[in-house]
C-alpha cells in the first residue's frame, strides 16, 4: 500500500512549490528581460498607448491562469474551495505586482498601473467565476506564431524562439473561450481573439515613423475547452492544463482594418 501525505504535508509542499517556482521566474526575469537594467530608483511609466494594449492583454490572461494554477494547488492540499479562491487570488495579484517591482527599478521600464490594473481584472475575473459560478465559463487563452517583425528589432522583440514568444507582441494572441453547446459537446467552443501585427516600437507614432502600418485585429475561432468525461480521467488528465491555457490551431476569421482575410488554420 502506497503511504498518503498528510494534509499538513501537503501544505508544506504546495507553499514550497510556490516560493521556489517564484523566485526562480523572478531570477529568470532578472538575468533574461532586465539584463543589467535594475538600476534606477524605483519609477513608474504611463505605458498604456504601447503595443496597441497587446502586453496589457498579456497581464490579463497571466494572472487569471495563474491564479486558476494556485487555487488547484490549494485545494490539492485539502483546503476549502471557497478558502482556496480567496487565498489564491490574493497570492496571485501579489505574485503578480512582483513584475512590477522589478520593472519599476528597471532603465528600460517602469513601473505601470495599467498593468497592475489588468493583474487585478484577471484575477477578478477568474475568482467570481470560481466563486459565484463553481466552474470557469469564460476562459482566456494564449496563441503564437512567428512573426518577420520580431527579425527586424531582436534585441527588443526576442532574438530566439523563446524569447519571442515573451517579447514578441505581434505573433501573440489572446482570446477569451466560451460554451456554446451542451451535452456531449459542451467541449466545443466559439473563440474571440484580439491581436495587433506591424510594430518594432512600443508607440504606434514611432511605427508610422518606421515605415510600417500597424493595426489591430479581431479574430473568430473554434476552440476546445477541457470539459468533459474525457478530461477526468486518463490521457485527458495530461492536456487538460494545455488546453486550460492554449487555444488550438484552428480556422479563423480575421477582422481587421486592411479587411475580412479567412485562415485555415491560424496559430
Known amino acids: 500500500m502506497k503511504p ?39 519609477h513608474f511609466f504611463d505605458d498604456l498607448a504601447e503595443w496597441c494594449q497587446v502586453d496589457k492583454w498579456g497581464h490579463f490572461f497571466a494572472a487569471f491562469q495563474l491564479a486558476a494554477l494556485v487555487a ?23 505574485m503578480m505586482a512582483g513584475v512590477e517591482v522589478g520593472d519599476g527599478f528597471s532603465t528600460g521600464y517602469g513601473a505601470s498601473v495599467y498593468d497592475l490594473l489588468a493583474n487585478g481584472a484577471g484575477v477578478l475575473a477568474w475568482f467570481l467565476q470560481s466563486k459565484f459560478l463553481g466552474r470557469v465559463r469564460w476562459l482566456p487563452k494564449f496563441s503564437f506564431h512567428f512573426t518577420q517583425w520580431a527579425m527586424q528589432r531582436p534585441s527588443l522583440l526576442g532574438d530566439h524562439w523563446l524569447s519571442q514568444i515573451i517579447k514578441d507582441y505581434n505573433g501573440q494572441t489572446y482570446w477569451v473561450t466560451v460554451p456554446v453547446l451542451k451535452g456531449r459537446l459542451s467541449w466545443l467552443c466559439l473563440s474571440v481573439g484580439y491581436g495587433a501585427e506591424g510594430m518594432i516600437h512600443g508607440r504606434l507614432e514611432e511605427n508610422l515613423a518606421s515605415g510600417l502600418t500597424t493595426h489591430r485585429r479581431i479574430l473568430l475561432s473554434l476552440d476546445v475547452a477541457p470539459n468533459g468525461p474525457f478530461f477526468d480521467t486518463g490521457p485527458g488528465r495530461w492536456i487538460m492544463p494545455l488546453l486550460h491555457g492554449c487555444k488550438l490551431p484552428a480556422p479563423t476569421l480575421e477582422i481587421s482594418e486592411n479587411g475580412i482575410r479567412f485562415h485555415w488554420i491560424y496559430f
Open 4 to 42: 498518503t501525505l498528510s494534509p499538513s504535508q501537503r501544505r508544506w509542499i504546495a507553499w514550497g512549490l510556490l516560493t521556489t517556482s517564484y523566485a526562480g521566474v523572478m531570477t529568470a526575469l532578472a538575468l533574461s528581460w532586465y539584463g543589467g537594467q535594475l538600476e534606477t530608483p524605483f
Open 72 to 94: 488547484r494547488l490549494l485545494g490539492w492540499t485539502g483546503m476549502d474551495k471557497s478558502m482556496a479562491a480567496s487565498r489564491a487570488a490574493g497570492v496571485s495579484f501579489l
